[in-house]
């Protein structure tokens, strides 16, 4: 939980900055396809503005051309009504052009953002596993989630209310100086005060509302901590005490909350004050303009109502400097994470492979993770070869490199010495994508994708047949067990299939590798949350699968194992013996320790 504070702090701590011009450019580029719908967005804020600041100014003149004459009442109605009809036209007109703004700006800014979440998405998929190694989960999620979600604001509206807000600003400034100066040096002295109190809200409430987010934050990774442990909070009877410990963080949210709602709550009350003086001095001074005849009622009017759009304007980009400052620390780890570079990436000149017999060969394998120690290696001197159509075991106590041996093979991560060849071909001189491709690996979390079991079962190969993939399950024994589901398959699957046993799971994701037809097969614990007679269901499937492709198999049952070509029994990161199942009983040692362990278990 400490490590997590941190986090949330340092998240924090960055949440507001200024926006750099290589931040602007960069973020510039994702609404450049949407510039002639920015363009058209502009232009409608411009027409729409303009339409707005005619607003008083048929007022003034239905005023002073029309409702004082009494001599002529006719004519003044006529024009009343002219005028009316001329006010109503302009505001459906504006109601149009505002209307077609809001379409603009959404089309325009959700465009820029869904790119953006497009290259994010894209990008996370091709970042090697040692950046998921050290990066937490909740960070990455808020990269490609909250981080873009923040850059609303600005992508969206941002162009449309800073040009709004400042021709309103100029345009209300010339009207209420063309009527007259002496009313906006009166105006002038509510305007200090307004922007006092508009900068202490924004730095007050800015402020504060980090502090809600924070709390948030701790809320957020509370739920999610309890839900994905909560097996074991059960176990040892923690939902009390969890409970509390929730409850206090949720009092504390919503003593920041409130918080946060009063500073608002008072500022906007002292805006209002402000604007209601403002309103106050004009209509007293120019109450008395108008009696001096100096200035008309018309005018006084249009002047207390474009007063009423002054304020308005310095209020929305006060709020949008603030929403770039965001968006500036959103845009920068946003970047900083596209700017990460996949650690396993294509090298220059790569080749794609073509069919693999699957011959493959370690050659002095030296192998660290980032975390590691430097003088520690996870795999140290690795050297064997498989022939095409072997199966090899590897066995050993947890910790002694097994899994890094099949995640160099399929290229999650390169080793700092030596080489893998498959067919003779140094993995790294060849294209990633054709090396995958004719790999299928089934891991202990057989992990499904929400969908169908059809879909999750054409995952590998897309373009299967259902014709096929039916053949696969019936090859593997699984056929029967998937039509016993609600819907066969085209059963729902819920997330990470938590509607199926973890043997059902197990048994799917068997028959997924079958459909890839990889050329290499792994199996990582892949029979460990299948039952006995499960196994034993699909043990001849296996065979078969197995007998074709060159198969890599980890498991902690022997059972799985004794009929391996090879097994390879590591120890620190060392092969420590090798050989069948029969010569490693025969030289003794940890095998054959396993071994007797086994058959006295069984």
């Not at 232009?43 to 005023?63: E, M, Y």
């Not at 509390?244 to 919503?254: G, K, M, V």
């Not at 059972?559 to 029994?569: E, G, K, M, P």
Request: hydrophobic share 45%.
């Amino acid at each position: 939980m400490a490590d997590e504070d941190e986090d949330i702090l340092i998240e924090e701590s960055f949440a507001q900055k200024q926006m750099s011009k290589a931040t602007f450019r960069r973020l510039s580029q994702y609404l450049r396809p949407y510039r002639r719908v920015l363009f058209l967005n502009i232009l409608f804020t411009v027409l729409a503005t303009g339409s707005q600041l005619l607003g008083p100014q048929f007022i003034q003149i239905g005023i002073d051309h029309f409702l004082t004459d009494t001599k002529n009442v006719s004519f003044a109605l006529r024009g009343i009504a002219i005028i009316s009809l001329l006010y109503l036209g302009n505001l459906l007109f504006g109601w149009w052009l505002s209307t077609s703004q809001v379409k603009t700006a959404i089309q325009a800014g959700q465009g820029a953002m869904n790119d953006l979440r497009s290259a994010v998405f894209a990008h996370i998929q091709k970042l090697s596993l040692n950046y998921f190694d050290k990066t937490h989960q909740g960070r990455i999620i808020s990269r490609a989630d909250t981080d873009i979600d923040s850059m609303d604001r600005i992508l969206t509206w941002g162009a449309n209310q800073l040009v709004g807000s400042l021709i309103t600003l100029v345009g209300v400034l010339l009207f209420l100086l063309r009527y007259d100066w002496r009313l906006c040096m009166a105006i002038s002295l509510v305007i200090p005060p307004l922007l006092i109190a508009t900068r202490l809200f924004q730095i007050h409430g800015m402020r504060a509302y980090r502090r809600v987010r924070q709390q948030s934050s701790k809320i957020t990774a509370a739920l999610a901590e309890n839900i994905n442990g909560v097996r074991v909070v059960q176990a040892f009877a923690r939902e009390d005490f969890n409970l509390a410990a929730f409850h206090n963080t949720h009092t504390e949210y919503a003593s920041r909350a409130l918080d946060t709602a009063r500073i608002f709550h008072t500022y906007m009350p002292i805006v209002g004050l402000i604007s209601g003086l403002g309103t106050a001095i004009v209509l007293g001074y120019g109450s008395s303009l108008v009696l001096q005849h100096k200035i008309t009622v018309g005018e006084l009017a249009a002047f207390i109502l474009y007063l009423g759009m002054f304020f308005g304007p310095i209020q929305t980009m006060g709020d949008l400097y603030n929403a770039v400052l965001s968006t500036a620390a959103s845009a920068e780890r946003i970047f900083q994470l596209l700017d990460t570079d996949p650690q396993v990436v294509d090298r220059a000149g790569a080749v794609p492979f073509g069919r693999i017999e699957g011959r493959v060969e370690f050659r002095s394998i030296y192998f660290r993770y980032e975390s590691t120690p430097m003088e520690r290696w996870i795999l140290s001197d690795i050297s064997f070869g498989v022939e095409p159509g072997q199966t090899i075991a590897l066995v050993g106590a947890t910790g002694s490199g097994k899994t890094s041996v099949i995640s160099l093979l399929a290229r999650f991560y390169e080793p700092q010495k030596g080489s893998i060849l498959i067919d003779g071909k140094d993995v790294v001189r060849t294209t990633i994508q054709s090396l995958r491709a004719q790999i299928a690996v089934v891991t202990q979390e057989n992990f499904l994708f929400s969908g169908t079991v059809m879909e999750n079962l054409k995952f590998a190969r897309p373009q299967a047949t259902d014709e096929e993939v039916i053949e696969a399950a019936k090859t593997l024994g699984t056929d029967g067990v998937i039509r016993h589901f609600a819907d066969g398959y085209q059963t729902k699957v819920t997330e990470r299939g938590a509607n199926f046993s973890a043997g059902e799971r197990q048994l799917l994701t068997f028959t997924r590798a079958l459909v890839a037809d990889p050329r290499i097969l792994i199996l990582d614990e892949a029979t460990s949350a299948v039952d006995p007679a499960t196994e034993r269901l699909i043990q001849y499937a296996l065979d078969e699968l197995i007998s074709r492709r060159t198969t890599f198999i980890i498991a902690h049952r022997l059972s799985t194992v004794i009929n391996a070509h090879r097994i390879l029994v590591l120890e620190n990161g060392h092969i420590l013996a090798q050989g069948s199942h029969r010569e490693l009983l025969e030289q003794g040692g940890y095998y054959a320790e396993l071994h007797k362990d086994f058959i006295g278990a069984h």
